[in-house]
Structures are given as structure tokens and as C-alpha cells.
């Protein structure tokens, strides 16, 4: 039993190791071009992989329009990521309640989407 346990944990440790290779492979090795990604990852229109810590730190040392400007790009983009989620609820949820919950978020993180959008328009941001 000592024995699996080992040869499991080697087994482990390779697998870990190679995965871990394979992972910093696939980075690039100019800094700059991983400042590119991060920045290309960073201004797209969707929430994709920033969290809401992401959003909350990028607000921080923000004042006035730059704070406004800020808060309601990331506000849009946050509340476009909630509606796809939604949609995917109307398809794939097995509850009604989930459904109706989906219908709803859809329309009010509608509404308030375009809200903001016509503050962008209207503060020429």
C-alpha cells in the first residue's frame, strides 16, 4: 500500500512538472508582448477573464471624469457579461424560476446599459 502511495506521488510530481512546462511554453518570452496580451485582454469589450477585483482595482486613484469614464465602461461591460449568462439560463436552465430570473436580469441590465450609454454620450466620453 506504502509503495502505491509513492509511485502515485512520483506519478504526480511528472505530471505536474510537465504540465507546468508545457504551461510556461506557451508564454511568450518578450516581456513586452505579454504587456501587448495583457492589454489586448484588458481593453476588450466583453468581462472576459477580468474578475470583479480586476474591475474595483482599475477604479482605484480614479477621480472625477477619468473615475465616470472608467466606472461606466467597466459598469457595461460587466452588465454585458450578465446578459450573456442570462441567455444562457432562457436555454439551458431546467427551472422555470431560473428562466424568469434570467428574462428579468436581461431587461434591467438592459435598461441600465443603455442608461450609461447615453451618459457616455452626453459627457463626450
Not at 480586476?54 to 486613484?61: P, Y
Not at 473615475?67 to 422555470?96: N, P, R, Y
Amino acid at each position: 500500500m506504502e509503495k502505491n502511495a509513492v509511485f502515485y506521488g512520483v506519478i504526480g510530481l511528472i505530471i505536474g512538472s510537465l504540465l507546468t512546462l508545457a504551461a510556461s511554453s506557451n508564454q511568450p518570452s518578450d516581456p513586452t508582448a505579454m504587456k501587448k496580451d495583457q492589454a489586448k485582454t484588458e481593453t476588450t469589450d466583453t468581462v472576459g477573464m477580468m474578475s470583479m477585483h480586476d474591475m474595483v482595482e482599475k477604479l482605484k486613484g480614479k477621480k472625477d471624469d477619468e473615475f465616470d469614464k472608467t466606472f461606466i465602461k467597466l459598469m457595461i461591460d460587466h452588465h454585458q457579461g450578465a446578459i450573456d449568462m442570462a441567455k444562457e439560463a432562457q436555454l439551458s436552465a431546467k427551472h422555470e424560476e431560473i428562466k424568469k430570473l434570467a428574462d428579468d436580469i436581461i431587461k434591467a441590465q438592459m435598461k441600465e446599459t443603455e442608461m450609461m450609454g447615453e451618459w457616455n454620450k452626453s459627457w463626450g466620453y
